[in-house]
């Protein structure tokens, strides 16, 4: 064999290997058979005082109300698992990841998603991740007037989400609400909400056998918006104002591993 056809052999074997290890990550944390592991990983978005104190200040239990979220859903879904998610908060990284690309090409992205992954890996020395844990890199930016935020993202190859994030208290469980989202896309769940952030009707909507048009108290995770009684497009307060839809449900599995649970197909 020429060294080059065992060079091509070898880049194979790693490829199958990084595919296998996907699937088998996948198939591990969409079970749902066991506490989810997530790790909390802070960033200072943009080098601000302000960001560095409210990374100072935070602790693992600012994400609890994720956790009180899951729990709350699974078990509308016919389960109880307690916790839903095992969080551990770790130290400050001192590291920005790879920003995606802003044209949206399909080849840059693939590029950056594999960066993105490289980058991870790269962090993972000693502390970072095993297999089947979720790792979000959370960048906290002090809020400045009506400027949005960079698109968060959650990844599920690799099970990343990286995680933009206001560095104000008073915003903590409205961050909670982008986390548990790009959490959940880690999982496999897609967006429910078209341009310019309308919920798509039903799968969207909290309580989706009512029509659109009435309002809601209660927004589906992954549109994270609800329609006021005003008509307005709005964030509701915290994760107690969100559910998650029966599409949604579907894609993080919950019917396979309730099934494989219960040993029903209902
Ligand atoms: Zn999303």
């Not at 109880?80 to 790879?98: D, G, N, Y």
Request: proline share 8%; charged share 20%; with cysteine.
């Amino acid at each position: 064999m020429t060294f080059r056809r065992l060079r091509i052999l070898l880049l194979l074997g790693v490829l199958a290997a990084a595919a296998g290890l996907t699937w088998l990550e996948q198939t591990m944390v969409r079970s749902w058979r066991a506490p989810l592991d997530v790790v909390v990983i802070p960033i200072n978005g943009d080098g601000s005082p302000k960001a560095a104190r409210a990374i100072r200040l935070l602790q693992a239990s600012d994400f609890d109300d994720i956790n009180a979220f899951l729990e709350r859903e699974i078990e509308r879904y016919g389960v109880k698992q307690s916790p839903a998610i095992r969080v551990t908060l770790l130290p400050e990284l001192k590291q920005k990841p790879p920003a995606p690309p802003r044209d949206g090409s399909v080849l840059k992205t693939v590029f950056w998603s594999l960066q993105l992954r490289w980058w991870v890996y790269r962090q993972s020395d000693s502390r970072l991740p095993q297999l089947g844990t979720i790792k979000l890199f959370v960048l906290y930016h002090v809020p400045q007037g009506n400027v949005a935020l960079e698109h968060s993202l959650g990844l599920q190859k690799g099970l990343i989400g990286v995680v933009h994030a206001f560095a104000d208290p008073g915003q903590r469980h409205q961050n909670n609400i982008v986390i548990a989202h790009e959490l959940l896309h880690t999982l496999g769940a897609t967006d429910k909400y078209a341009a310019g952030g309308m919920p798509i009707y039903p799968q969207g909507y909290a309580e989706p056998e009512l029509p659109p048009h009435l309002p809601r108290h209660q927004a589906e995770i992954m549109a994270g918006r609800l329609v006021s009684r005003a008509g307005r497009v709005v964030m509701p307060p915290s994760l107690e104002q969100c559910v998650i839809g029966a599409m949604t449900a579907r894609e993080i599995n919950f019917d396979e591993g309730f099934k494989r649970r219960f040993g029903s197909a209902d």
